[in-house]
């Protein structure tokens, strides 16, 4: 039994008496005023394990008290940028994330993780529908399985059918246990936010190339690449750049999107006029960072960057956002910028 249950004998009777009934919680007298039949564990606060014991004129019945909350572990596929708060983990993704919770405990029998979302009710972690070893997959719309709708963030869609907001945006999980003997463990938490994804690669840039990059058309994406010289990203191109170098400035005027994800550029960076999307997220800039004019239908993202010189933004439709993951500038920070 758990340490917040209510034990209950019962005694046999007669007429003319009604047996006392006595407590001990491990081997020492526990005071139960009122009725003595009954007796609330959780008056007593019990942590760990312990036996509690109720004896009738010689004869007694034991039980043992699990009072030691079960844990659970969680494991999230690799993030964008993660910052870690007096309230817990946050973490920046910009597409579906997936987390594998694993439930243990002190005694034996199941554990069972559950989860919620921003305050939602709590669900059974079971793996992934179609795959129990599978971690549970997050996604801003759901994945659709038998006519159902599992892992949206956000309002719950619970059938394809359901019209309700996307789930972009920042939002909380919880996660918790309950053991065989019915504690339910504190919860744990972390935030994440969402992103919506970069543009699909037209061209893709693995490995080393020497010289200078100029993206004029289309989605040019460098995937842990080394790029030894300068960027540039002219009107209505795009260029997403996940753990990569760049060893010169990166230059973008009246780009479509710029992505810079986790990446190393050793120069400036300049944004002019971008229309689509700029998104800064875990990049290291070794010089002045400058986001002006930006049309973007959304706030450009400026997250958790390194930024070796000053940032200055100005004349952007939306203030940019750090997501709550401040930047570091060694540099000044003005203009629309001055609070990242």
Same mark, same amino acid.
């Given at each position: 039994?758990?340490?917040?249950?209510?034990?209950?004998?019962?005694?046999?009777?007669?007429?003319?008496?009604?047996?006392?009934?006595?407590?001990?919680?491990?081997?020492?007298?526990?005071?139960?005023?009122?009725?003595?039949?009954?007796?609330?564990?959780?008056?007593?606060?019990?942590?760990?394990?312990?036996?509690?014991?109720?004896?009738?004129?010689?004869?007694?019945?034991?039980?043992?008290?699990?009072?030691?909350?079960?844990?659970?572990?969680?494991?999230?596929?690799?993030?964008?940028?993660?910052?870690?708060?007096?309230?817990?983990?946050?973490?920046?993704?910009?597409?579906?994330?997936?987390?594998?919770?694993?439930?243990?405990?002190?005694?034996?029998?199941?554990?069972?993780?559950?989860?919620?979302?921003?305050?939602?009710?709590?669900?059974?972690?079971?793996?992934?529908?179609?795959?129990?070893?599978?971690?549970?997959?997050?996604?801003?719309?759901?994945?659709?399985?038998?006519?159902?709708?599992?892992?949206?963030?956000?309002?719950?869609?619970?059938?394809?059918?359901?019209?309700?907001?996307?789930?972009?945006?920042?939002?909380?999980?919880?996660?918790?246990?309950?053991?065989?003997?019915?504690?339910?463990?504190?919860?744990?938490?972390?935030?994440?936010?969402?992103?919506?994804?970069?543009?699909?690669?037209?061209?893709?840039?693995?490995?080393?190339?020497?010289?200078?990059?100029?993206?004029?058309?289309?989605?040019?994406?460098?995937?842990?690449?080394?790029?030894?010289?300068?960027?540039?990203? @002219? &009107?209505?191109?795009?260029? #997403?750049? !996940?753990? /990569?170098?760049?060893? %010169? =400035? $990166?230059?973008?005027?009246? *780009?479509?999107?710029?992505?810079?994800?986790?990446?190393?550029?050793?120069?400036?960076?300049?944004?002019? @006029? &971008?229309?689509?999307?700029? #998104?800064? !997220?875990? /990049?290291?800039?070794? %010089? =002045? $960072?400058?986001?002006?004019? *930006?049309?973007?239908?959304?706030?450009?993202?400026?997250?958790?960057?390194?930024?070796?010189?000053?940032?200055?933004?100005?004349?952007?439709?939306?203030?940019?956002?750090?997501?709550?993951?401040?930047?570091?500038?060694?540099?000044?920070?003005?203009?629309?910028?001055?609070?990242?």
């Amino acid at each position: 039994m758990n340490a917040d249950e209510v034990v209950y004998v019962e005694t046999t009777q007669s007429d003319s008496a009604q047996p006392v009934v006595s407590w001990l919680v491990d081997g020492k007298p526990a005071a139960n005023p009122g009725n003595d039949r009954d007796f609330d564990l959780s008056a007593l606060n019990l942590t760990g394990a312990h036996t509690l014991t109720a004896t009738v004129d010689g004869d007694s019945l034991t039980w043992s008290v699990d009072g030691l909350e079960p844990e659970v572990a969680s494991e999230l596929s690799k993030p964008l940028l993660k910052v870690q708060k007096p309230t817990g983990p946050e973490y920046i993704y910009n597409a579906p994330f997936t987390m594998g919770l694993t439930a243990t405990d002190d005694s034996a029998g199941y554990v069972v993780p559950e989860f919620r979302v921003d305050g939602d009710g709590w669900f059974n972690y079971f793996g992934w529908p179609t795959d129990a070893s599978a971690p549970f997959r997050f996604t801003a719309e759901g994945t659709e399985i038998d006519q159902l709708v599992y892992g949206k963030l956000g309002v719950p869609r619970v059938v394809p059918w359901d019209n309700v907001p996307s789930g972009y945006g920042r939002h909380s999980v919880e996660y918790r246990a309950i053991d065989a003997s019915g504690n339910i463990g504190t919860p744990d938490r972390f935030a994440v936010t969402l992103l919506r994804p970069a543009p699909t690669c037209t061209t893709t840039i693995t490995g080393t190339r020497n010289g200078p990059l100029a993206v004029v058309s289309g989605v040019t994406c460098l995937q842990e690449a080394t790029i030894n010289g300068p960027v540039s990203i @002219g &009107a209505g191109a795009s260029l #997403v750049a !996940v753990d /990569t170098r760049i060893s %010169g =400035p $990166v230059r973008a005027t009246r *780009a479509a999107d710029v992505h810079l994800l986790r990446s190393t550029v050793a120069g400036p960076v300049s944004v002019d @006029g &971008a229309a689509h999307a700029a #998104v800064l !997220v875990g /990049t290291t800039v070794a %010089g =002045p $960072v400058s986001v002006v004019n *930006a049309r973007t239908a959304e706030p450009v993202v400026l997250a958790g960057n390194t930024i070796k010189g000053p940032l200055a933004c100005s004349s952007n439709a939306a203030t940019p956002t750090n997501l709550q993951a401040p930047n570091t500038v060694t540099g000044p920070r003005s203009g629309q910028c001055a609070g990242l």
